[in-house]
């Protein structure tokens, strides 16, 4: 926490607005206007609902497909299902386990409606190729940058290059809430409905814009929009996003310095960030030989008290995933990095036992 998320809480409930929309959140809408160039910003509960928010919008019907990696969190596959979508997994790079813009295109069939990417661990996927094939074809691109947020892609914020974008503020990403999230609308075609979606299907927003004399029911929705407190603490966090992202950095940076040589001798790999990528410290990962060794490295780690874990199971390993979702073609990276890749604590707070984590993992390397 940056010590001010209370005195922002306590100031929403004198300003006697708990419920959404307040002061709060609409300062933190602005900064993500204001940070990332995106059109227009919503506060949303989580990530999640911003990705079912965007599903909404691109109109996804049943039997529609969207073609997304399966390295991911269950909520990139689940907006899209439940809408009666089929996600169609393609495999990821090997550099930056994104997902591999090489194999999207022949993935792309009739039914085809949209690209939904995952910038993961903050670092952008090729999105100058992927834009260009959704342009090709006529196909939105969402941009799930739930891990995203104060990265960018060759100048431009993550989150502000697709169509749409969702954030995340959960309690485990950079910049925290929580529970909570954002809709980052880039075309502004999507950008009124966004609103009446977000405040149950009505036309709220516009009637306390004066632009129209009372609000009614005019499309479907949901309450997509968090209440005051929430934002309130979000907007703490928002105030030191810089700060934070330079704490981050630096553990960052003394991890990959102090891999360097275990790296050289081929005991691990360490994170790839290509050229044009301004990554923004959301996670540091090692990837070993094996699951065999990973699963020791857990274990040597956690007899020091260390906790260090693995990332996602592939979706389309997953039951939900071989019901309601498709792959195209075979997934050998997905599988092979998924068992070996391991992440390694990384918090504002870590600095004083970052000597003691680093010095244990190189104990294993060195054993």
Avoid at 188 to 213: C, H, P, Y
Avoid at 313 to 341: D, F, M
Wanted: with cysteine; charged share 20%; net charge negative.
């Amino acid at each position: 926490m940056t010590g001010e998320e209370t005195v922002h809480i306590l100031e929403a409930h004198a300003n006697g607005q708990l419920a959404g929309n307040g002061p709060f959140t609409r300062a933190c809408q602005q900064w993500l206007v204001d940070k990332t160039g995106c059109k227009k910003a919503l506060l949303t509960h989580s990530c999640t609902s911003a990705l079912e928010m965007a599903a909404l919008l691109i109109d996804i019907k049943p039997g529609d497909e969207v073609i997304m990696p399966s390295y991911t969190f269950v909520s990139t596959a689940n907006a899209f299902v439940l809408r009666g979508a089929v996600p169609v997994f393609v495999d990821i790079r090997a550099d930056t386990l994104n997902i591999d813009e090489s194999l999207i295109e022949a993935a792309i069939t009739a039914k085809t409606r949209a690209i939904c990417v995952v910038h993961y661990a903050g670092v952008g996927c090729e999105m100058d190729s992927i834009m260009a094939i959704a342009e090709r074809h006529g196909l939105y691109v969402i941009e799930d940058a739930a891990q995203g947020i104060m990265s960018d892609y060759h100048g431009r914020a993550l989150g502000s290059i697709g169509h749409l974008a969702a954030f995340s503020f959960h309690e485990t990403k950079n910049v925290i809430s929580g529970e909570g999230g954002a809709l980052l609308i880039n075309d502004e075609r999507f950008a009124e409905r966004a609103e009446i979606l977000w405040e149950k299907g009505t036309n709220r927003s516009s009637f306390f814009r004066g632009e129209v004399d009372k609000y009614t029911w005019v499309d479907i929705g949901s309450s997509f929009l968090p209440g005051e407190l929430i934002a309130a603490f979000l907007w703490a966090q928002l105030e030191h996003a810089d700060g934070i992202t330079a704490r981050r950095l630096h553990i960052w940076n003394n991890y990959h310095t102090a891999f360097a040589d275990p790296e050289t001798n081929h005991q691990l790999r360490r994170p790839v960030i290509p050229e044009g990528c301004r990554h923004n410290a959301h996670m540091y990962y090692l990837i070993y030989d094996s699951l065999a060794e990973r699963s020791a490295f857990i274990a040597h780690m956690k007899a020091a008290d260390i906790m260090t874990v693995f990332h996602y199971v592939p979706l389309h390993l997953a039951p939900a995933g071989l019901k309601y979702c498709r792959t195209h073609g075979p997934l050998p990276i997905t599988e092979q990095l998924s068992e070996r890749l391991v992440r390694l604590p990384l918090w504002p707070g870590l600095e004083t036992e970052l000597p003691r984590v680093i010095d244990t993992a190189l104990a294993f390397a060195n054993a």
